[in-house]
């Protein structure tokens, strides 16, 4: 265990600089605690359960050892991060088996989400993300008679253009939202479909509440000009509708938590 935290800790060590340096991923610094928080709550069960150590762990930990080292000589960091999850949850097998692993699944889940999606996989989606923006903003503008020319993922206004960049193709938000929807559904569902469904509705929450910035952003511009679209005003738009997408995310997992409620009650006949 002392070989593989020395050779996992310059894995660790950079995961926590792209935490702290990479907005885009600083949602690893809450996950990573609540995580070790949950993990900790969780210690009455994990000492209730049973120990049935099994080898399969040795052999995954084995299996992520290999894979640290083809992606640290492939200078691949994602496959390094994965190793690191999946050695630990070797060990857990290994050394305690597959019931305390299920205890502890919430919590490697939250970790896993933290990390750092590869730059060629980021690329394929921000991309569309910013067209989908930029499509719906342009549209909308329309809608409210509102002179806007689209070119791409760039809106021309008559006073101003404004590109719609990576950093407001909404990533960040829906790797956060994503976060609170697996939160979300742990706690307010026992149905594995619908904490699935909770999950899943942050990706369309997020484009939509995104295309809803970018709108608004270009409509302030066009009234207000470009200081709108910049400094503290931007960030707080930002800010005020990621609260609200999370919200609306809370508000569907309590209506598919009510709809289970409102079973019927069987016929008397």
Same mark, same amino acid.
């Given at each position: 265990?002392?070989?593989?935290?020395?050779?996992?800790?310059?894995?660790?060590?950079?995961?926590a600089?792209?935490?702290?340096?990479?907005?885009?991923?600083s949602?690893?610094?809450?996950?990573v605690?609540?995580?070790?928080?949950?993990?900790?709550?969780?210690?009455?069960?994990?000492?209730?359960?049973?120990?049935?150590?099994h080898g399969?762990?040795f052999?995954?930990a084995?299996?992520?050892?290999?894979?640290?080292?083809?992606g640290?000589?492939?200078?691949?960091l994602?496959?390094t991060?994965?190793?690191l999850i999946?050695?630990a949850?070797? &060990?857990?097998?290994?050394?305690f088996g597959?019931?305390?692993l299920?205890?502890?699944?919430?919590?490697f889940?939250?970790?896993?989400?933290s990390?750092?999606?590869?730059?060629?996989?980021?690329?394929?989606v921000?991309?569309?993300?910013q067209?989908?923006?930029s &499509?719906?903003?342009?549209?909308?503008?329309?809608a409210?008679?509102?002179?806007?020319?689209?070119?791409?993922?760039v809106l021309?206004?008559a006073?101003?253009?404004?590109?719609?960049?990576?950093?407001c193709?909404? $990533?960040?938000?829906?790797?956060?939202? $994503?976060v609170?929807?697996?939160? $979300?559904a742990?706690?307010?569902?026992?149905r594995?479909?619908?904490?699935v469904?909770?999950?899943l &509705?942050a990706?369309?929450?997020?484009?939509?509440i995104n295309?809803?910035?970018?709108?608004?952003?270009?409509?302030?511009t066009?009234?207000?000009?470009?200081?709108?679209?910049e400094?503290?005003a931007?960030?707080?738009?930002?800010l005020?509708?990621?609260?609200?997408?999370?919200l609306?995310?809370?508000a569907?997992?309590?209506?598919?938590?009510?709809?289970?409620?409102?079973?019927?009650?069987?016929?008397?006949?």
């Amino acid at each position: 265990m002392i070989c593989a935290a020395v050779a996992y800790a310059p894995v660790v060590a950079k995961l926590a600089s792209d935490w702290w340096n990479l907005s885009d991923y600083s949602h690893g610094l809450i996950c990573v605690p609540l995580a070790v928080g949950i993990a900790i709550a969780r210690r009455r069960e994990l000492s209730e359960t049973r120990r049935a150590p099994h080898g399969a762990g040795f052999a995954g930990a084995v299996f992520s050892l290999i894979l640290l080292g083809v992606g640290t000589l492939g200078a691949e960091l994602f496959l390094t991060r994965v190793s690191l999850i999946a050695f630990a949850a070797s &060990a857990v097998v290994f050394l305690f088996g597959w019931r305390h692993l299920r205890v502890l699944i919430f919590p490697f889940a939250l970790v896993a989400l933290s990390l750092p999606i590869p730059a060629i996989v980021m690329t394929r989606v921000t991309l569309p993300l910013q067209f989908a923006a930029s &499509a719906t903003a342009a549209t909308t503008l329309r809608a409210f008679h509102v002179a806007v020319l689209r070119e791409g993922n760039v809106l021309v206004l008559a006073n101003a253009t404004l590109q719609v960049a990576e950093a407001c193709s909404g $990533v960040r938000s829906m790797m956060s939202l $994503v976060v609170i929807g697996l939160i $979300v559904a742990r706690y307010l569902e026992t149905r594995q479909a619908a904490r699935v469904a909770i999950v899943l &509705a942050a990706v369309p929450l997020t484009v939509a509440i995104n295309a809803l910035r970018v709108t608004a952003t270009a409509a302030a511009t066009q009234y207000y000009g470009v200081a709108a679209a910049e400094g503290a005003a931007h960030e707080a738009l930002g800010l005020v509708l990621f609260l609200v997408s999370a919200l609306l995310l809370t508000a569907c997992a309590r209506a598919v938590a009510a709809v289970r409620t409102r079973e019927p009650l069987p016929s008397a006949y």
